[in-house]
């Protein structure tokens, strides 16, 4: 299967500063990545859709503002949150989609976000 | 009511037995349907995609689609420890921008 990066894989920080985290599609181009939110034992909360070239579509109760998503390029797309805080804790995945193939979706291993 | 139900579990089984896994869904425009698998701290591991109804196979696991009751499964045949992990059921429309994702079952095979 296609491979998805992401980087760093496990970050902590002070509240107030702010985090970037990569997500990088390997071997394919991606017109269409995602950025997810999961909280232990639960399934995935989709924050935002991000097109290459675009701005990004955020969900409903994500503040665009604290999480700012750059999709410069087909392989790459950014995630940065601003201003962090404790309840920003959590684990985010971004996910690459094959261009021209929904059904075609690759995870990145995760960034285990903490901030203290 | 949630577009896409699946039962969290915990499902505990002993090696070697079959495993079923189930989604339901309400919405009836969904023709993509996939299964991924996750381990813990880890991001999902695209398993099988099945397009319409039908059967797909692939090694040990087994997509079933049923439409016209808005249901799909993931069978696992001779199941292994190394298969423990949560699955994720996902589907999406024809031209969706994105995926809408059951709770996940967690899944426990014993040795």
């Known amino acids: 299967g296609a491979v998805v990066s992401q980087h760093p894989s496990r970050v902590i920080c002070k509240s107030g500063t702010s985090v970037k985290i990569e997500c990088r599609s390997l071997d394919f181009q991606a017109t269409t990545m995602f950025w997810y939110r999961q909280f232990p034992k639960q399934s995935l909360m989709l924050m935002a859709t991000s097109n290459e070239g675009s701005k990004a579509t955020y969900e409903q109760g994500v503040e665009k503002d604290k999480f700012l998503i750059n999709h410069a390029s087909l392989t790459l797309s950014t995630l940065t949150v601003t201003s962090a805080h404790p309840e920003d804790s959590s684990f985010y995945i971004c996910?690459?989609?094959?261009?021209?193939?929904?059904?075609?979706?690759?995870f990145g291993p995760g960034t285990r976000l903490t901030v203290t | 009511q949630k577009e896409v139900e699946q039962d969290p579990g915990p499902l505990s089984v002993p090696e070697g037995a079959i495993v079923s896994l189930n989604c339901t869904y309400s919405n009836s425009a969904f023709q993509y349907f996939m299964w991924y698998r996750q381990y813990s701290r880890k991001g999902p591991e695209l398993l099988m995609y099945?397009?319409?109804?039908g059967n797909k196979e692939d090694g040990r696991f087994t997509a079933q689609v049923d439409k016209s009751s808005k249901y799909i499964s993931l069978f696992i045949r001779d199941s292994q420890p190394s298969d423990s992990a949560t699955y994720l059921c996902?589907?999406?429309?024809?031209?969706?921008?994105?995926?809408?994702f059951g709770q996940g079952t967690r899944l426990t095979i014993n040795p």
């Open positions: 996910s690459a989609r094959v261009s021209g193939k929904i059904y075609e979706q690759y």
């Open positions: 996902a589907m999406s429309g024809l031209e969706a921008q994105k995926l809408v």
């Open positions: 099945t397009y319409s109804s």
